[in-house]
């Protein structure tokens, strides 16, 4: 279905999503290159009916039916100087809803459809992580939902309960008396926990497990190898994935193999470091730690949250279960947070808006939607990040 024509569905929007409008030519890097955009049956189904001639520019590849990108330029073939051709000449119901609704996602919870968004876009980026209070819900308009609609209310809990047990999370994450790496470590710790018992008390033993998280977060278990091994299994991960032009992702990666001055082979996917290498990151985190690590405190919690939000967190996401998802979003939270370190030490301060931007969100596009997610689980299972205390001292919990 196009649009909510029965209106049964209520939407509630994070608050941030309220200012988004598509940025269009001004965006300084386009959805609408180097991603196969996803067209479902039924929007094929349209093109074959009302407008045959949009068939042209179909294609398959990642999905079924994507939209047709053009080989030198890796734009979609309907990308026309910022905006999308599409839209301008048969309106917004001929697009797919992947270019209808990108940056935003939705989830089914009952009769009610969440919508968020992802940090894949830089607009998102500024609203959602820049900024503070966008994590609120409002209640909106649905004027027209995807064609297919998961619902993510599990068997166990009803639609009142899982949100309660997703809002605990946000609020978590959110706690400005915690400093971020406190919150990814218990945010993994009760992830693990509520695995253990029945879901259908999650409710309940959410904020509880939260509230007394502290305790059973283990002592970091140091490896000096690990803020290499972070650039290196980034650089495995984007040596599996798909060769596509990245000048975001590449200035980020620069900064990260400058400042830990290692050197990146991506023949062999090899990191070589040097005898300057351990000291470079030892000054580089004591400086962190003294000058930059209060500034971006805010910002890497609402980063949490924007990543709880689009995986309804613990319910979706990467992973198979919510330990996992957790696992993986904290060594995510480790790589952003040795990016944005890379950064200020390479700009010998604190780095302006446009380049946390920058960094958040090339490594958003890349990590959510490129990276291979079983890939993934099986680097950070070999360098031990998967057990708790190996991951808090990966993201900086101090002992
Ligand atoms: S990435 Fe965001 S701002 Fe840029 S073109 Fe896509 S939706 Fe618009």
Not at 13 to 32: H, I, K, P, V, Y
Not at 231 to 246: D, E, F, I, P, W
Not at 355 to 384: C, N, W
Request: hydrophobic fraction near 45%; proline fraction near 4%; charge should be negative.
């Amino acid at each position: 279905m196009y649009f909510a024509e029965n209106a049964m569905t209520a939407l509630h929007m994070s608050a941030f999503l309220s200012g988004f409008q598509c940025l269009g030519d001004r965006c300084e890097d386009t959805c609408c290159k180097g991603w196969g955009m996803q067209l479902s049956a039924q929007t094929v189904e349209r093109y074959k009916r009302d407008a045959p001639e949009l068939l042209d520019a179909v294609t398959t590849g990642e999905a079924q039916h994507i939209m047709k990108r053009d080989p030198t330029t890796d734009y979609c073939v309907k990308f026309d100087a910022g905006w999308c051709g599409v839209h301008a000449t048969y309106g917004t119901e001929f697009l797919g809803d992947a270019c209808h609704f990108f940056p935003r996602v939705t989830r089914g919870l009952g009769d009610d459809a969440m919508m968020t968004a992802s940090i894949s876009c830089p607009e998102i980026v500024r609203l959602a992580v820049l900024k503070d209070g966008g994590f609120e819900w409002q209640e909106s308009e649905a004027t027209r939902l995807p064609d297919s609609l998961k619902n993510y209310v599990p068997d166990a809990l009803d639609a009142q309960k899982t949100q309660a047990v997703h809002q605990c999370f946000i609020a978590a994450a959110l706690d400005e008396t915690a400093s971020p790496e406190t919150i990814m470590a218990r945010i993994r710790s009760v992830a693990a926990s509520l695995q253990t018992i029945d879901m259908a008390s999650w409710a309940q033993a959410a904020p509880f497990y939260l509230k007394n998280a502290d305790a059973r977060i283990p002592a970091p278990e140091v490896q000096l190898a690990d803020p290499f091994n972070l650039l290196n299994a980034l650089q495995g991960l984007v040596g599996a994935s798909k060769k596509t032009n990245r000048p975001r992702l590449d200035a980020t990666l620069f900064d990260m193999q400058s400042a830990l001055k290692v050197q990146l082979d991506w023949e062999r996917l090899t990191i070589h470091t040097s005898e300057d290498s351990l000291a470079a990151w030892q000054e580089m985190s004591k400086r962190w730690q003294h000058e930059w690590a209060a500034g971006f405190a805010p910002i890497l919690r609402r980063w949490i949250a924007a990543q709880l939000s689009v995986a309804l967190f613990p319910f979706a996401g990467f992973g198979e279960t919510p330990e996992d998802r957790a696992t993986i979003l904290g060594v995510r939270f480790a790589t952003v947070k040795l990016a944005l370190m890379s950064a200020c030490q390479m700009s010998n301060e604190r780095i302006d808006d446009d380049t946390t931007v920058r960094i958040i969100q090339s490594l958003a596009r890349f990590l959510d939607h490129l990276a291979d997610p079983e890939l993934s689980m099986k680097i950070y299972t070999e360098t031990g990040w998967v057990r708790q205390a190996r991951l808090s001292a990966l993201i900086g919990v101090s002992s």
